[in-house]
């Protein structure tokens, strides 16, 4: 199994640009969710889905959209990029449908705009 | 509002040491609780957990305490080691409720070997 893969690894982005984060996981888990990290401010929930044709906004969910039309892929949406959305994006999975079990992170996505 | 506050935010320990990581949380809904180590440059990955029917949780030198009254919980790392230099991310969640786990702020340590 490859676990949780993100691409791109690194991205660079002006602002007002659009672009989407990709996310995967073929461990067949129904839930997955979108944080972000910053510095001295830990992992902040963007979105996250219990399933297929599910999702909820989480913490800081302004300026992102999200959609999960198959169980496998949750791909992060920016509609319009700001130097605020400057950040790392990690996507996680549960095998089970809650945030109360073991969450399998992805290696993340370094994001830069300008 | 910060649901889980963490400390210290850094810490640095001398290799054979303990490393202590203390969190406090102010909902009294929450019943998970685990934790996180991140290397640089990785996902974080899950590395103990507990649930508030019982105390402390132990596995191999890592050991959760968990104060339910104090609403606090704890982890220390025994005989640290170089190799434990990461982040650590406490994190809290509800069984049953808005599915979301919150975590705190993280702290870095440095073992010194």
């Known amino acids: 199994n490859a676990g949780v893969t993100q691409t791109p690894k690194f991205q660079v982005l002006k602002t007002g640009q659009s672009m989407t984060l990709q996310c995967a996981q073929d461990?067949?888990?129904?839930?997955m969710s979108w944080y972000r990290q910053d510095p001295g401010m830990g992992l902040r929930l963007i979105h996250y889905?219990?399933?297929?044709?599910?999702?909820d906004q989480g913490e800081v969910p302004n300026g992102y959209n999200v959609s999960r039309s198959t169980t496998e892929d949750f791909p992060l949406r920016l509609l319009s990029a700001a130097p605020s959305q400057t950040s790392v994006y990690f996507c996680?999975?549960?095998?089970?449908?809650?945030?109360?079990?073991?969450?399998?992170f992805g290696p993340g996505t370094r994001l830069t705009v300008t | 509002q910060q649901q889980v506050k963490q400390s210290p935010q850094s810490l640095i320990v001398q290799k054979g040491g303990i490393s202590i990581i203390n969190c406090a949380y102010e909902?009294?809904?929450?019943?998970?609780f685990p934790w996180y180590q991140q290397f640089p440059g990785k996902g974080p990955a899950l590395l103990i957990a507990?649930?508030?029917?019982?105390s402390e949780k132990k596995e191999g030198r890592f050991t959760i305490s968990f104060n339910k009254s104090a609403k606090q919980f704890s982890l220390h790392i025994m005989d640290s080691q170089p190799g434990d230099s990461a982040t650590y991310f406490c994190?809290?969640?509800?069984?049953?409720?808005?599915?979301?786990?919150?975590f705190g702020k993280g702290t870095k340590l440095t073992v010194n070997p």
């Open positions: 996680a999975s549960s095998p089970r449908g809650g945030a109360q079990y073991e969450q399998y």
């Open positions: 461990m067949n888990h129904e839930y």
């Open positions: 889905s219990v399933g297929a044709g599910i999702t």
């Open positions: 909902n009294t809904a929450f019943d998970y």
């Open positions: 507990i649930r508030p029917d019982v």
């Open positions: 994190a809290a969640s509800i069984q049953g409720g808005s599915e979301k786990l919150v």
